[in-house]
């Protein structure tokens, strides 16, 4: 596969960035913490008192914090490459900017994966609760693994746009908190009272927490992951070009 | 000022047609067109701002050209991009590096991203050219500025390629490693076709065995090191410094010497002699000045900057 030339190594050294770097670590603990206390709260998920095997007070929560911590693994991604320069040294390997580029996003999505995988705990106490449904739990997972990445190709987007690490956060928490709240009901029933059913069905059908609900909640539909698929790609794509404009600015 | 050093027996390795480039309304690169062959150094020189970086950044095909064509061992860097690529080792201005990574680890990603075969004896080889046997642990961050462009310098050869480009090699380097590298350039150079940017007239002369002098992102003198330094202003004058009883006769005799174009007076005791054509004329200076009470006499050197003054006003006028 010549248009993805050198992808492995570029996902080979980004990977262990993570973990050569306080980043890393830093990332994890928050993201176990602030999971655990969205999970056992009182007032979010209150997993304690319901007492079901259940993971949904886990997930619900999910994308919320992904919309804060995911910007902060893809933000480094190319910004920090351009700010030291490095970018000289990479895009004049004889890689392609794909390969480069999806290199990274692997890197940056395996390590979210590792996070999530880190979570194991809620898991092992939804089963020590009851006998949860295992396929449930599952797909609630892969609903998380996927927003992760949607959001990551989001993020990664404004780190090739802005040389500026706080900037291509703060862009990237925008872009995915406005994702989210374009798909809750409340937004949805507006947008259908201004401007029809039509709309309100077209922007339904982008919502992100309306199919990452349907996938963590056990339903696996077709049209679910190809808009993850749609979605994450077209970000990508986007940055790609973005990134070709800015290599050198 | 056309004087061609090429060796015309060395296989064409870079061609350069008409390569320009714009940053706005600025024109860094404005038709530039140059050939380097196996066993050529050569040299870009030319001040800040004059283009140097940019036709690097375009060699090595991370700037895109507005105009023009580059070719590298026979791959047009446009249209066979990797294939040129991989015949490429780069040294950019700054030596940028993954800060977080130690040397060696750093080595072997590039080693793995150029695909190279046998990557431990790849980093052994380099690591051995650049002398980095004691670092080669260390995380590069924590390494001195001169650690990290000879760490830089090992990237660009680990894959062993045909053409070197280096922008500014000895920049940030103490006088010895300066040396080291200069010397590493010249063993170097037998088998390969090299481009390297230098703001120091005097490393192009120890390494470069073609100059080309670049302003305003145009080629003004292609030439050797050794020509240009002969036409350096300054070249071949001498300084003495002598008894001030004994300068003005000194001075009446030099000005009928045919050789000395003019004297000049710097102080009581101080002299510059300026020698028709920079040519060397120290021993009749010493004959002359036999029977005198001398302290010193220093022959200068050509200085890159006054040569290029000289040349940038030439241009102008």
Known sequence: ?249 | MEGNAKSPEGELLIEVQDLAKHYGPIRAVDGISFEVRRGDVLGFLGPNGAGKTTVMKMLTGFLEPDRGRVKVAGHDLAEESLEARRKIGYLPETAPAYGEMTVASFLEFIAEARGVGNRAAAVDRVVQAAALGRVVQQTIETLSKGFQRRVSLAQALIHDPEVLIFDEPTDGLDPNQKAVVQELIVSLSADRAIVLSTHILDEAERVCNRALIISQGKILVDSTPEALIAQAPNHNVMRLVLASDALPELMNALEEKLWCERVERLTESTLDVYPQRGENHLGELMELTSGLEIHSIHLQEGRLNELFREITREVES
């Open chain 1, 1 to 249: 596969m010549k248009r993805f030339t050198g992808m492995k190594a570029v996902f080979r050294r980004e990977f262990k960035a993570y973990f050569s770097s306080p980043l890393g670590y830093v990332f994890i603990v928050i993201f176990l913490a602030a999971s655990g206390f969205l999970t056992l709260s009182r007032d979010f998920g209150r997993m304690l008192e319901l007492r079901q095997a259940d993971l949904t007070p886990f997930f619900n929560y999910l994308p919320w914090l992904f919309v804060v911590l995911v910007p902060a693994v893809a933000m480094r991604l190319w910004a920090e490459e351009r700010k030291t320069g490095t970018v000289e040294l990479l895009l004049t390997l004889p890689i392609t900017l794909e390969g480069a580029y999806l290199g990274k996003f692997l890197a940056g999505w395996s390590f979210l994966g590792v996070s999530l995988l880190l979570t194991w705990p809620v898991a092992y106490q939804a089963a020590r609760l009851g006998d949860p449904d295992w396929g449930v739990v599952l797909c609630g997972y892969l609903a998380s693994f996927l927003t992760a990445g949607a959001f990551l190709a989001v993020g990664m987007l404004f780190s090739a746009l802005s040389r500026n690490q706080v900037v291509a956060f703060i862009l990237a928490v925008a872009a995915s908190v406005a994702f989210l709240l374009l798909g809750l009901p409340q937004t949805l029933e507006a947008i259908g009272n201004v401007m029809g059913g039509y709309v309100e069905q077209l922007f339904a059908s982008f919502s992100l927490v309306d199919h990452f609900e349907t996938l963590s909640r056990g339903l696996v539909e077709v049209r679910t992951l190809v808009f993850f698929l749609l979605f994450t790609l077209g970000w990508l794509a986007s940055g790609m070009l973005v990134l070709d404009r800015t290599r050198a600015a």
